[in-house]
């Protein structure tokens, strides 16, 4: 009789463990588990069911979704508030739906045609979207913050999680629908409030800090849009707009500073959620029900606040001064328009001293 020895007796059982686990997760596993759609519908459901009966705001029901907009730089610290945004119940978000363009020159040789591609896509409808999906799965970040399907990814195929079919009925089970736009000017954006019911939220960083924010990244590399002279004047043109579409949409579109927004993060983002339409968690009981336009009280929400770990004048500390310098000689007028002071004199200039901030923008 061959006498086995323990060694290889465990070997062999590990073997047998390591196949039974490959056969249950790659064979049996996918078919008991329900297709993505039906298993993002439950959650959502019961994420929501304290919200009460929100078939008028859900597309899959005939409903419409309460839309909303950010619109901003890149650099210019949107990912907290957008993590906030995307963990969410019922919160459908469209991040950097215009990914698959190189940068605003592209974007706007064709204002049009993304137009009505972002219209499409606050409509669910993928089909003008595939080079988004394409440049999209290969990011980190944007596979992360878009959509609810990222935390779907990690039981399912990236094929069936980014199959266009599966990313509009997933998007329809949701009452409430952000995008966040980085790469168009606010003057082409604003179009679209004349074409949905939609809310427009402008968020403007110091350039300083957004310039300190870009060094060094690699998607900078050689892209007009990250030099300090497009960024100002990008942020010239917006101010303009703004200033005309507070008066035409004022319950519609609003403005907020990264840094008032990271300086009192509770009260911002309350306010941010609040100019949306979207209720911040779970609300207490006596709340249930209500319309989620209306709701004002703060009690009994939860939120994740995390700009308090970040410091928004850090480039005051680590820029030289003659970068400082630089972009400030060409972002004078943005600077004055936003409410951001330049410094004047360098011999005397400390970073614990100096206020950045000129008051409200």
Not at 78 to 101: E, K, V
Not at 336 to 344: I, K, S
Request: hydrophobic fraction near 35%.
């Amino acid at each position: 009789m061959v006498q086995v020895s323990r060694t290889t007796k465990f070997t062999g059982i590990c073997i047998g463990v390591y196949v039974a686990y490959a056969v249950f997760i790659f064979f049996l596993m996918p078919l008991l588990m329900p297709d993505p759609v039906a298993l993002q519908r439950s959650i959502v459901a019961y994420k929501t069911r304290h919200l009460g009966d929100l078939s008028n705001y859900t597309m899959e029901t005939g409903g419409q979704p309460i839309r909303s907009m950010l619109v901003t730089f890149r650099g210019s610290g949107a990912l907290t508030l957008l993590d906030n945004l995307a963990n969410q119940p019922g919160c459908y978000q469209h991040y950097a739906p215009l990914i698959g363009y190189r940068g605003r020159y592209h974007v706007e040789s064709q204002p049009a045609h993304v137009l009505k591609e972002l219209d499409a896509l606050f409509n669910c409808n993928y089909n003008s979207s595939l080079k988004m999906i394409r440049w999209g799965k290969r990011s980190p970040i944007f596979r992360r913050f878009y959509g609810a399907q990222s935390k779907l990814c990690m039981t399912y195929s990236h094929d069936s999680c980014w199959d266009p079919e599966n990313l509009a009925a997933i998007c329809r089970l949701h009452p409430f629908m952000n995008m966040a736009v980085y790469n168009m000017k606010l003057k082409y954006l604003a179009l679209l409030l004349d074409r949905l019911n939609l809310r427009i939220l402008l968020l403007v960083r110091d350039p300083r800090g957004t310039m300190y924010s870009r060094k060094n990244r690699n998607w900078c590399e050689g892209l007009k849009d990250c030099e300090a002279t497009s960024l100002c004047e990008d942020m010239v043109s917006d101010f303009k707009t703004a200033q005309i579409l507070r008066e035409q949409y004022r319950d519609r579109f609003s403005t907020i500073r990264y840094e008032d927004l990271a300086n009192h993060p509770a009260e911002g983002i309350k306010q941010v959620f609040e100019f949306y339409g979207i209720p911040l968690q779970r609300p207490s009981g006596r709340n249930r029900g209500i319309h989620p336009r209306s709701w004002i009280s703060h009690d009994g929400y939860e939120v994740d606040i995390a700009y308090g770990t970040n410091n928004p004048n850090e480039w005051m500390r680590k820029m030289q001064y003659k970068d400082i310098k630089d972009i400030q000689k060409v972002c004078g007028e943005a600077m004055d328009m936003w409410g951001y002071r330049q410094v004047e004199d360098f011999d005397t200039f400390s970073p614990k001293t100096f206020e950045p901030m000129l008051g409200k923008a």
